[in-house]
Structures are given as structure tokens and as C-alpha cells.
């Protein structure tokens, strides 16, 4: 049986649901370093933060937006949202989002501001418009220094996506986010995958494509079966440790749901270089011990 745990009063933002995208459960909200446990997003690309449960939760955030009568809430606006995207956000534009735990930065310095910002997400959003184009809109936060004071808020970023793309994966920092097609092809069984480097308030120069391999004993487990589709793809928490094949990599694990009931995880690294070398493990298909494959595709 459930008990009711307690009662919040909601921020008005979050109220009014036809303003409300897109929403995300921090992977682990208990853990001493969350500074959230959940966020939502508005149409005019507000992030609405709930407070984690740990000890640096309870520290304000920089540039953050707060209400006395909502002390667990906190606002971070996105500057340049509305010039981004020439408007509002619709809900009906939004085709699949992610969100990562963390964000990466470049800043060295260890103060407050630039250590709150690592804890924040990384969101990225595949939008179809109305003009019936798709669009990748990448939200980052960054430091801008107001009245000499560091403060923390988010920028956007609008690409177009190669053809064919329908599910978005950011990594765990968000510094790696992938592009996955809607369909495992039945003749080569091949995940269509891109890469993109987000560095910044910007990303690197392309789209880089590659793809996920799946090792042969699994196909012949998967040729019984139809062409499937991918309904789901998220980048999850490495439960084991691999070693990095490529220095400096950009690396996750990502975790793909079909609508055969099969799941794949792969581990994926990609170098910053100009040239990917991209390395994909395959550690678990349907209900099969787990095992590991590795890949060199230049």
C-alpha cells in the first residue's frame, strides 16, 4: 500500500499544462551531489527545477529565478530561446527529448557557480515544425558574468538533423549526444547512428555517421523477426567498467527498446578528432548472457 509521502504547491508555470514540452526524473535524486530531482520545461524554454534530496540541494543556485512561497522550485530562464526559435515552443512539435544527468565544462575554475553547473542538465529535443521541418534543438547552461557575479543560464542551439533520425541520446554529461533511425534494417542489422560533439554553447561542425553493429550470433537470433522498429533509446549508467579504446573519447552506454520485445546495449565511444573511430560492444541481446564484441569502423 502507498502512503502519501507530502504535498507541494506547484509553480504556476507548471500548472498551466498546455505550456509544459517536455520532463525528466533525475536518474538519481538521492545522491549528495544533485542539485534537482526533476525538471520541466515550458514552451518559452523556462527549465523549472524541483530540488534534489542532497546535501547541496539546499545551496542557491546562480542566476536561478526562486519564489518564497515555492522554496523547493527554482527557474533558470533560456536567453536566447525566443531568437532561436522565432517563438514559442508547441507541444505538439515535440518528437522525442532527452535530458542528461550532468553537463560537461570546459571553465577550470572550482567555485560554486562552475560546480552547480556540472549538476545541471544537457537537454536535447527533435522538433517537427510547422513548416513540417525537423529540427535539433540542444539547451546547455553556461556561465555569464553578470555584474562581475558568475551566473548560470541556458542557451539553445537549432540544427537540422540528418534524414531519418527519430530518436535523440544524450550522454550522461552531455557531452555526446546520438542520433538513431526508427527502424533496425532486416538486412544488414544495422543501427543507423550520428554522432555530435557538444562543446560549449555550441556543438562541433557535422554530424558524423556511423553505425551500431550488431555481432552475428545475435542476428541469427534476430533474422526470425521482421524489420523493428525502436520505440525507445536512452543512454543509461555503465554497469560495469570498460576501458576506453580510444584516448580522450566521448563515451556512454545506450540501451534500445523494439517493438519485438528485444533489448540492445551497446557501449559506444567516439573520438574528438576530425576522423571517428567509433567502438560498439553489444553486452546484452533478448535474454542472453551478457557478453562483450567490440568493433573498429573507420
Known amino acids: 500500500m502507498f502512503h502519501l509521502h507530502c504535498t507541494e504547491r506547484l509553480p504556476s508555470r507548471i500548472l498551466l499544462q498546455s505550456t ?10 538521492l545522491s549528495c551531489s544533485a542539485y534537482w530531482s526533476n525538471c520541466t520545461i515550458t514552451r518559452n524554454v523556462d527549465l523549472i527545477f524541483k530540488r534534489g534530496s542532497g546535501e547541496l540541494a539546499h545551496f542557491k543556485v546562480p542566476g536561478a529565478c526562486e519564489k518564497a512561497n515555492n522554496p523547493n522550485f527554482f527557474r ?18 515535440v518528437m522525442n527529448y532527452d535530458f542528461s544527468e550532468g553537463t560537461s565544462s570546459s571553465e577550470k575554475q ?7 553547473l556540472r549538476q545541471l542538465p544537457t ?66 542489422f544495422t543501427v543507423p547512428c550520428f554522432s555530435y560533439a557538444v562543446k560549449g554553447d555550441h556543438g562541433c561542425a557535422s554530424f558524423k555517421p556511423t553505425r551500431l553493429c550488431i555481432p552475428s550470433p545475435f ?8 524489420a523493428q522498429r525502436v520505440v525507445c533509446a ?18 556512454t552506454e545506450v540501451i534500445l527498446l523494439t517493438d519485438h520485445a528485444v533489448v540492445l546495449i551497446f557501449h559506444v565511444n567516439v573520438s574528438r578528432e576530425a576522423e571517428t573511430l567509433l567502438v560498439c560492444g553489444l ?16
Open 20 to 29: 509544459n514540452v517536455a520532463s525528466a526524473l533525475h536518474p538519481d535524486p
Open 76 to 93: 533558470l530562464p533560456c536567453v536566447n530561446a525566443a531568437d532561436v526559435l522565432g517563438g514559442s515552443i508547441e507541444a505538439g512539435w
Open 110 to 116: 572550482k567555485d560554486h557557480a562552475c560546480l552547480t
Open 123 to 188: 537537454v536535447a529535443m527533435l522538433l517537427r515544425t510547422a513548416s513540417t521541418d525537423i529540427k535539433l534543438l540542444i539547451v546547455r547552461p553556461v556561465l555569464k558574468a553578470v555584474k562581475e557575479e558568475p551566473t548560470i543560464v541556458y542557451h539553445a542551439t537549432l540544427l537540422t538533423p540528418p534524414e531519418g533520425v527519430r530518436h535523440v541520446v544524450l550522454g550522461r554529461d552531455g557531452s555526446l549526444l546520438l542520433l538513431l533511425g526508427h527502424h533496425i534494417p532486416d538486412h544488414d
Open 219 to 226: 542476428v541469427d537470433m534476430l533474422r526470425e523477426e521482421s
Open 234 to 251: 536512452r543512454a543509461r549508467k555503465a554497469l560495469r567498467q570498460v576501458e576506453s579504446p580510444v584516448l580522450g573519447g566521448l563515451d
Open 283 to 298: 553486452f546484452a541481446c533478448l535474454n542472453s548472457a551478457a557478453c562483450w564484441v567490440a568493433y573498429k569502423i573507420h
